[in-house]
């Protein structure tokens, strides 16, 4: 087997923060080489060293056997090293052939026939039929991933990093990713594959690096590797994932129903036809289905952050169907993005503010924020969801994934609601606060609130939810009590053009 | 293809190197650097208000000084409107069009009063009735930009320009681009007393300064400690966040273009009080003095960054360099140079501490 590149005893500073300890790493010839671990165990910034975009603090790299000095992610690429990043780095108003060709040729002038042909045929070679035309903000999120990949497939590379490719991706999507990671392979091409979805690690990876506090802690044949063993590595001595037996909730009363919801497809959103949904206080529902099933555009319905042409939405038997979203907050109807930073953060204001936000009225007098009411009642919420935040007076930038999203289920929990809507809620969050994560949803649940929330993973809707809907292309396929489902239904569900018998 | 492809890709990351965050320098040096960023427009004033010190003779003297104030006041409070609009993320081109068309407004209700047509009487408003209802118009005129924006989707800048030029096309059509001379109004219809607003004189302070004050710590109470300024600010940062939370975004976006035209009409008045006339054109380029005044104390024109103090500083070094030069007696088309070369060192300095930030 040839070492295509190897890093050794790299050390990274910044400034009294080592982020690497002297880690040792190699990527082979048609490898997919899986690297794991929590937030903050330093992937990142070794696939940033492997990429040129920082330099180590010491230690060296080497290509080919022979040592070298990246200077930038320019000369990382002309030797064949290219990455896709985790977040999404399109230009929304540009086309799909446009975005993969964003600086043009060599030449000055344009050359669109080319390029869309080009793009066409690197879709193809991932199995999709996206039209080059198209504009990147009429794609979903997991279309617009597949565009992320092609961009980097643009070139002929020989080793590719893929930072947690499959966040945004449905189950049939991540197959496709699979099979082009195995043509990658075949083609000789090293991989560096980053997940937080550890079946998906076993599935497609040949080797397998566990880090943990900037360090290599376990390194595996992914042969010889089990979840369990991962888990544990990962974790270290402090952390045993716990899967909670669930205390099934007493079904209660309904307190969030859609009926006979439809509407038709427009710009970037599925169409929904005849959906009838009841969440029920102190239960979970979990709402599952394949990206652009419309499992997100129930969510939004139901907020009011779309309109329905037919149907009726009903809070605590009230008729908020004609309701603006800020009607529906009042009352007791709240809702969490899955799209984070574009539609959930505000960068600009601290974790305590980015809470207080949904609530304001409540901590004033005369529109003035008494700071005391406000500064208790986000501490408070801060304890109740292990928002691991030093002061509120943080920046919600500085935050991990799974606090930030904390934080913002925080935010909507702020008003005392009756009913909270998570879209897909763990989206870029690492393995150990998944769990933690749910573990407060469960908590909320119990007092009595009605959670929904969307997921691409079945595990999840299985392990967490008590109720489990599963719709595809619109149409609700199966409503069913989670102790009463199985993986193999739910799936069969998802991809089943009529309502299915349980 | 592989070749386009390569050197398009190649051109990518060295793009993506470019914005790479930077390694962090020894910490003594990089403090006192954030520091003297973060002070930066308090420390050009000084250095400003220094040199016109040493160079003019009179510069630092009581009544210069109150001169100053004056034309301060006039951008500064046209600049603390435009604050709120700013860290919505809009901007607002109006307010020089608004505060011409205010002062004309003024200048016609002193001197021909109100007609009532369908009552067949003219009404002469006393001077603060007439101050009141001109600010409610030029508050108007910024919700009519605050529907375009809310309404009609049109973007902020294309929907006040717009504003700009109707708003200026008004004021010409009132007296025909005639200005209103005299306006001292008439005792026997108990309507004197206009020019107090931008002449007159309280405990040695002009009234336009102690009309700044007060709108200053008002705005600067109102954007850090009430819940209306929170929501500006969450606009400002992220729109779809804060409608998802449940901010009735329209309405603030409403509030702060009504603010900024309200405030635009004080201006108007002031100028017009000040001069005891009302010319059409008067206000001219004002919305691009008051917008630098925004920027120089550190906005963000994309939104959510911004505080009322910063902007007084921005305010104040506009206002002490455009007159020192005057005194100085540099020529008018080097001060337009120097003016721009401050605001745009301004800016970069602002990135600059982005980065370190």
């Known amino acids: ?502 | 293809m592989n070749t386009l492809a390569k050197s398009i890709s190649e051109k990518g990351k060295a793009l993506a190197t470019s914005i790479e965050p930077q390694t962090a320098e020894p910490q003594g040096k990089a403090q006192a650097m954030a520091l003297l960023l973060k002070f930066r427009t308090v420390l050009a004033l000084v250095v400003v208000v220094a040199i016109f010190a040493v160079l003019a003779p009179n510069f630092l003297s009581l009544g210069n000084a109150l001169i100053m104030l004056k034309h301060i006041a006039i951008v500064a409070i046209l600049a603390i409107g435009m604050t709120f609009v700013i860290l919505t993320g809009g901007i607002d081109l109006s307010v020089g069009s608004i505060a011409g068309l205010a002062g004309m407004v003024a200048g016609a209700l002193l001197l021909d009063g109100l007609r009532l047509s369908a009552l067949g009487v003219v009404i002469y408003p006393s001077v603060p009735l007439m101050v009141a209802m001109v600010v409610v118009l030029g508050a108007a005129l910024g919700l009519f930009n605050g529907l375009m924006v809310n309404r009609f989707q049109v973007a902020p800048f294309i929907a006040t320009l717009g504003m700009l030029y109707m708003a200026r096309g008004a004021a010409m059509l009132m007296s025909n681009g005639a200005t209103f001379p005299n306006l001292v109004g008439n005792p026997a219809l108990g309507n004197e007393g206009f020019s107090w607003l931008g002449a007159g004189m309280v405990l040695g302070i002009p009234v336009p300064v102690w009309i700044l004050a007060i709108i200053a710590l008002g705005a600067g109470f109102v954007a850090a400690r009430t819940t209306f300024g929170r929501r500006v600010y969450a606009v400002g940062g992220s729109e779809r966040a804060a409608l998802l939370s449940g901010v009735r975004v329209d309405r603030i976006k409403y509030a702060v273009y009504a603010i900024s035209g309200g405030l635009a009409a004080v201006v108007g008045m002031l100028v017009a009080s000040d001069l005891e006339a009302a010319h059409p054109a008067s206000g001219e380029s004002f919305e691009l003095s008051s917008i630098a005044a925004v920027v120089l104390g550190g906005a963000s024109l994309t939104g959510g960054r911004g505080t009322i103090a910063g902007t007084l500083t921005g305010a104040c070094v506009i206002g002490v360099l455009g007159d020192g030069m005057v005194m100085v007696g540099i020529s008018e088309f080097w001060q337009m140079v120097i003016k721009g070369a401050v605001i745009v060192t301004a800016v970069v300095l602002d990135r600059l501490q982005e980065r370190l930030g």
């Not at chain 1, 990206?291 to 555009?297: A, F």
């Open chain 1, 1 to 502: 087997m040839t070492v295509l590149l190897s890093a050794s005893g790299v050390v990274k500073r910044y400034g009294g923060i080592t982020a690497l300890h002297g880690v040792d790493f190699a990527v082979q010839a048609g490898q997919v080489h899986v690297l794991i671990g929590e937030n903050g165990a330093g992937k990142s910034t070794l696939m940033k060293i492997l990429a040129g975009i920082e330099t180590p603090t010491e230690g060296s790299l080497a290509i080919d056997g022979a040592l070298v000095q990246l200077n930038g992610v320019r000369d990382a690429a002309k030797r064949g090293i290219g990455m896709v990043h985790q977040e999404l780095n399109l230009c929304p108003n540009l086309t799909v052939a446009e975005n993969i060709f964003l600086l043009g040729s060599g030449s000055t002038l344009l050359d669109k026939d080319g390029e869309r042909d080009a793009a066409r045929g690197l879709l193809a070679r991932l199995r999709q039929t996206i039209d080059p035309d198209r504009r990147v903000d009429t794609l979903s999120i997991g279309e617009q991933q597949i565009v992320e990949i092609a961009k980097a497939l643009a070139e002929e590379c020989r080793m590719l990093i893929l930072d947690e490719p499959t966040s945004a991706l449905s189950e049939a999507e991540v197959e496709v990713l699979f099979e082009v990671i195995g043509d990658l392979k075949r083609a000789g091409v090293g991989l560096v594959y980053i997940s937080h979805r550890l079946e998906e690690l076993l599935r497609v990876g040949d080797a397998i690096t566990i880090m943990r506090d900037g360090r290599i802690v376990a390194n595996r044949p992914a042969a010889q590797a089990s979840v369990g063993w991962i888990i544990e590595q990962m974790l270290g001595e402090n952390g045993k994932l716990q899967r909670e037996g669930r205390e099934p909730c007493a079904e209660g009363t309904p307190v969030l129903t859609l009926s006979g919801v439809s509407r038709g497809r427009d710009r970037g959103g599925a169409a929904l036809e005849d959906v009838d949904l009841q969440a029920r206080a102190g239960s979970i529902l979990a709402i599952y289905g394949l990206l652009g099933s419309g499992r997100t555009e129930m969510l939004e319905v139901a907020f009011g952050a779309r309109k329905a042409e037919q149907g009726t939405v009903t809070l605590c038997g009230q008729d908020i169907t004609g309701l603006s979203i800020a009607q529906r907050v009042e009352k007791g109807l709240l809702f969490v993005s899955e799209d984070r930073k574009a539609q959930g953060l505000f960068p600009n204001l601290d974790v305590g503010r980015n809470m207080a936000l949904s609530d304001l009225a409540r901590f004033a007098r005369a529109g003035v924020v008494q700071p005391e009411k406000e500064v208790s009642a986000i501490g408070q919420m801060i304890a109740r969801l292990g928002v691991k935040a030093a002061t509120p007076q943080v920046a919600i930038t500085a935050l991990s994934g799974g606090n930030q999203q904390k934080a913002l289920i925080g935010r909507a929990l702020m008003p005392g609601p009756a009913a909270l809507l998570l879209d897909e809620p763990t989206r870029g969050v690492d393995v150990g606060a998944r769990a933690e994560v749910f573990s407060r949803i469960r908590q909320l649940a119990q007092d009595g609130l009605a959670v929904v929330f969307t997921t691409s993973d079945v595990l999840e809707a299985l392990a967490i939810a008590d109720r489990i809907v599963v719709i595809a292309k619109g149409r609700i396929t199966l409503d069913v009590a989670a102790d009463q489902a199985s993986e193999a239904m739910l799936i069969g569900a998802a991809n089943a053009e009529r309502a299915v018998a349980i």
